[in-house]
């Protein structure tokens, strides 16, 4: 049996209240959980972006898969000093992510479109405006299943690359152990290691959140301890939780 986990890294933001369920669990069972990002997002400037050749205003909507991509849609635009127009139409992958745009537009008075959370399920709403030039502001690790699904369907878009995707420097993390690290994206995998090339994972357990981390893992030659999601455990709290009960 494996020894107890007393402690777990989340290579994520912390998120800065006791609502979550890392907290619950580190509470229930007396663990110590903390929170560190493996990865951060840095804007491309203005410059850079003029490269790609991309008139921003001859695109009469925006698809927003995250909130990186609205925040970096609006810092282009005041770089480049545009001025959105009220009728630009907003589509955004989830309902979190159409209220994030409150930050930079009035809400009440813009056609925005949201779906639940998944691309396909914001194709319900594209497909009533397939005339429409479509700008898809992204990063530099844009999911490729997106502009296939657009080029397939035959919508007029154009991506933009507005942000990159870096491994942050965790150099005073060297002598820190923790029982338990947990990943959510390739990412991830990829900082560790260009942080620390000589890891060795030793009695170290191994949690990975969907199946392109589970595949970056394998390739790094990392043991998974615990994958999610699965039918068990639907999110990566509970699937730590399951390990932690059956490995008291």
Same mark, same amino acid.
């Given at each position: 049996?494996?020894?107890?986990?007393?402690?777990?890294?989340?290579?994520?933001?912390?998120p800065g209240n006791e609502k979550n369920p890392y907290y619950d669990l580190g509470k229930k069972y007396k663990i110590k959980i903390d929170y560190r990002p493996f990865i951060h997002v840095?804007?491309?400037?203005?410059?850079?972006?003029?490269?790609?050749?991309?008139?921003?205003?001859?695109?009469?909507?925006?698809?927003?898969?995250?909130?990186?991509?609205?925040?970096? +849609?609006?810092?282009?635009?005041?770089?480049?000093?545009?001025?959105?127009?009220?009728?630009?139409? +907003?589509?955004?992958?989830?309902?979190?992510?159409?209220?994030?745009?409150?930050?930079?537009?009035?809400?009440?008075?813009?056609?925005?479109?949201?779906?639940?959370?998944?691309?396909?399920?914001?194709?319900?709403?594209?497909?009533?405006?397939?005339?429409?030039?479509?700008?898809?502001?992204?990063?530099?690790?844009?999911?490729?299943?997106?502009?296939?699904?657009?080029?397939?369907?035959?919508?007029?878009?154009?991506?933009?690359?507005?942000?990159?995707?870096?491994?942050?420097?965790?150099?005073?993390?060297?002598?820190?152990? +923790?029982?338990?690290?947990?990943?959510?994206s390739p990412s991830d995998i990829e900082s560790l290691f260009k942080n620390f090339p000589k890891f060795k994972q030793n009695n170290t357990r191994i949690a990975v959140f969907g199946n392109?981390?589970?595949?970056?893992?394998?390739?790094?030659?990392?043991?998974?301890?615990?994958?999610?999601?699965?039918?068990?455990?639907?999110?990566?709290?509970?699937?730590?939780?399951?390990?932690?009960?059956?490995?008291?």
């Amino acid at each position: 049996m494996a020894e107890k986990v007393k402690s777990i890294l989340i290579t994520q933001q912390d998120p800065g209240n006791e609502k979550n369920p890392y907290y619950d669990l580190g509470k229930k069972y007396k663990i110590k959980i903390d929170y560190r990002p493996f990865i951060h997002v840095e804007g491309i400037n203005a410059i850079d972006f003029r490269q790609q050749r991309i008139d921003i205003l001859e695109h009469g909507g925006v698809i927003f898969t995250s909130r990186n991509a609205v925040d970096h +849609y609006f810092r282009i635009a005041k770089e480049m000093r545009l001025t959105i127009p009220n009728e630009m139409k +907003y589509f955004c992958m989830s309902e979190a992510i159409a209220f994030y745009l409150q930050k930079y537009i009035l809400f009440r008075k813009r056609k925005i479109f949201y779906g639940t959370g998944t691309f396909q399920s914001l194709l319900e709403f594209l497909s009533k405006h397939k005339t429409d030039k479509l700008l898809l502001p992204c990063s530099d690790l844009l999911n490729q299943s997106i502009p296939a699904t657009l080029e397939k369907e035959g919508y007029q878009y154009a991506k933009a690359t507005m942000f990159k995707t870096v491994c942050s420097d965790l150099s005073d993390l060297a002598d820190v152990k +923790y029982d338990m690290l947990v990943f959510f994206s390739p990412s991830d995998i990829e900082s560790l290691f260009k942080n620390f090339p000589k890891f060795k994972q030793n009695n170290t357990r191994i949690a990975v959140f969907g199946n392109t981390t589970a595949e970056a893992a394998k390739e790094a030659k990392l043991r998974l301890d615990i994958t999610a999601p699965n039918p068990q455990s639907p999110s990566m709290s509970a699937a730590i939780e399951k390990y932690i009960i059956e490995n008291k």
